[in-house]
Each structure stands twice: as C-alpha cells, then as structure tokens.
C-alpha cells in the first residue's frame, strides 16, 4: 500500500517536496515510480528509481529540475521539484513495481498510490 502526500498550491519558480510512504512487502524489493496526470491527459511518466537507490531516470520534462530519491529504512520514496512551472500542475501518483528494469509506462507499474494534487500559479 502507497500513501502519497506533499502537494499544494505555489507559485511558479518555487518548490515542493513530495512523499510516498509504503507498507507491506519490504521497500527494497521494488523499482519505484512518480507518474502525474492533469485534467484530460494521460497519466505521464516523471521520475524512476533503482531498488537500491543508486540510479535514477527522469523524463525530459523534468530533467534537472526534478529530483527522485528514497530511504528503504524509513520506507519511503521522495520527489523533490524545484523551479516549478504551470505547466507542472496534475495529480501526481507514486507507483511501485515488482523487478529491477527501468520502465516508464504506467502498465508496468503493480502498485499505485492515492495521488497528490499539485498546482503551480503563473
């Protein structure tokens, strides 16, 4: 089970740090995600990250300005966003997944959290 938490209302250039608590199966068994889908979209992927933590893949979108980190003691994956832009606003979702391939499609992905909402002022 993910519990997904951190989003908010800023404005655009600033920040915010998102949070995706697990339960269940240990944290390191599994690849985990950060997705977001906005208002008649698809949900699109953002950032992955390695079970162990040591590698990560962005989506061009995000690149450098987004970073994906986790802490398999305390259970948890973070999205850290930084100079935020309008067009960043969606409903962000923590996913995780069963293997050790990096994969950006949202089929790929076993588990899924609640989702947070994000909006970003211009």
């Known amino acids: 089970q993910l519990q997904a938490s951190g989003g908010g209302l800023v404005q655009a250039g600033g920040s915010l740090r998102l949070s995706c608590a697990a339960s269940g199966r240990p944290f390191g068994d599994y690849v985990l995600g950060w997705f977001r889908q906005a208002p008649g979209k698809e949900r699109d992927f953002v950032a992955t990250?390695?079970?162990?933590?040591?590698?990560?893949y962005y989506a061009g979108s995000v690149k450098g300005r987004f970073t994906i980190s986790r802490d398999n003691a305390k259970n948890t994956v973070y999205l850290q966003m930084n100079s935020l832009k309008p067009e960043d606003t969606a409903v962000y979702y923590c996913?995780?997944?069963?293997?050790?391939?990096?994969?950006?499609?949202?089929?790929?992905?076993?588990?899924w959290g609640q989702g947070t909402q994000v909006t970003v002022s211009s």
């Open positions: 996913a995780a997944r069963d293997g050790i391939v990096f994969l950006t499609s949202p089929t790929a992905y076993d588990y």
């Open positions: 990250i390695s079970r162990s933590g040591s590698a990560t």
